[in-house]
């Protein structure tokens, strides 16, 4: 029903940046909750940030001042502007996407991109 598919994952090294983008199937505007998590192996998947319809952003405490998350409902993606990365944030980042399909609250995930930190 909806396809989201990230973008721009790689390796960098610390104190590097990286812009993730999440490019979603159909209007985001249709979305209530727009997010990127993560996963580092042997980890549970975290949410990192997110951003509602109305532009309302949160992050996970580890990632502030140096992530941000935006959306660009004409071009009907999601991105993830991380600066200065640390090894720990090294991960595979998933775009996750909430919305009401007229029944049930329902959420869809991209495929995931690697984010590699290393010097």
Sequence with gaps: ??????S???????GGSLRLSCLASRSILTFNDMGWYRQAPGKQR????SITNYGRTNYVDSVKGR???SSD?????VALQMNSLKPEDT???YCNVQFF?????RTAWGQGTQV???S
């Design 46 to 49: 975290e949410l990192v940030a």
């Design 67 to 69: 992530f941000t998350i």
């Design 8 to 14: 721009g994952g790689g390796l960098v090294q610390p």
């Design 91 to 93: 991960a595979v980042y």
């Design 116 to 118: 590699f930190v290393s």
């Design 73 to 77: 409902s004409a071009k009907n993606t």
């Design 101 to 105: 399909d007229g029944r049930a609250m």
């Design 1 to 6: 029903q909806v396809q989201l598919v990230e």
